[in-house]
């Protein structure tokens, strides 16, 4: 059977290259990179390599960043790390549960928390970021692109005001890396998460960039590992493949692979969504990440097609969560006030550079079908009234 993969957000493969690189690196060249002998000195140059290969891609220098465990570890570093108790955090209510998680367990720890609310197209204003600056906010952390929509967040202008305020800026860069440019100093960020398996490179292995200068106290106690920022035995194979996956997704940005790719993105949402009917894209009319549609399909409930899809062999993810037993709409749509309904009713779709034109010519002749069959199946969809729409 077909299978078709469009749940990059999720996780990506990696590349050939990317395994490629990383082989050696479980076999002949295994040295700890803390070892003085020529074994450890050969893991010593390909972690420093591969650490100027990150720093290259974000453009900043090779000390700045530090290698960790993925998205949310980088996340926790950068919240616990940034802030002391007596502090005031300002999040947003769409952040990845790695950001949301962690700032609640701040607010039970003595820290001041305020979760900035989106509008309806799941995009943050910088002047609420603006307004809620405190005298003891320390930290702003606003992610650059949303996981589930695709949502741009205003982030370079969020910078600007963090810096004009003496407040550090954090931003989860995860979903942003590989799609489009990062420039930290553009961001003007003091922080900066990546997570390798969204780029192609292994999952358990990320990256925070840390400014100089830039205090953060580390999560870990032991050795002096990552200039005693993250205490452990670094991830040899993992960091060598990160640092491949990016260098190959700098050069695949300078050489505009994306823009390719944006356009079977369109493609696909308008045909399904023409094709489909009571069905519609959200975050449409922000500016997004060229390869994320989350589509509604409204009577229907979204595991069940996502299911349904898989069978067919299409996978994608559903925006709900499931919270001890019971499906719960996705915290970032429920944000953008989107009824709950819809919100169930909702899929995202995610493609990477290895998605072809036939994969998207496959989702568009099955999805409707799918839906049309659910729907068919459904009692309500026969006596049903439209679902009310967005409110602004
Ligand atoms: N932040 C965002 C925006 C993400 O999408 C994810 C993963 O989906 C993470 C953080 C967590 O990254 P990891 O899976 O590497 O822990």
Known sequence: MRRVYMDANATTPLLPEVFEAMRPYYTERFGNASSVHSFGQQARGAVEQARMAVAAFLHCRPAEIVFTSGGTESDNLALFGATKPGDHLITTQIEHHAVIHAAERL?????????????????VDPEDVRQAIQPNTRLISVMMANNETGAMQPVAEIGAIAAEAGVQFHTDAVQAAGKLPLDVENIGCHLLSISGHKIHAP???????????????????????ERQRRAGTENLAGIVGLGKAAELARKGIEEGVPKNLS???????????????????????????????????????????????DLKGLAVSGGSACASGASEPSHVLTA?????????????????????????????????????????????????????????
């Open 107 to 123: 607010a039970q720890c003595g820290r001041e928390v305020t979760f900035l609310p989106v509008n309806a197209e799941g995009a």
């Open 203 to 225: 999952q358990g292995i990320g990256v925070l960039f840390v400014r100089k200068d830039t205090k953060i106290e580390p999560l870990f106690y032991g050795g002096t590992h």
């Open 263 to 309: 356009a079977l993105r369109d493609r696909m949402e308008r045909e399904i969504v023409e094709r489909v009917g009571d069905a519609g894209a959200h975050s449409q009319q922000a500016a997004r990440v060229w390869n994320t549609t989350n589509l509604w399909f409204d009577h229907l409930e979204g595991e069940a097609l996502v299911i349904s899809l």
């Open 336 to 392: 953008m006030r989107v009824p709950a309904a819809r919100a169930r009713a909702s899929l995202r779709f995610s493609l990477s550079k290895m998605t072809t034109a036939e994969d998207v010519d496959f989702a568009v002749e099955i999805v409707p079908k799918a839906v049309a069959k659910l729907r068919e199946l459904s009692p309500h969809y026969a006596n049903r009234s439209p679902v009310a729409s967005v409110s602004s």
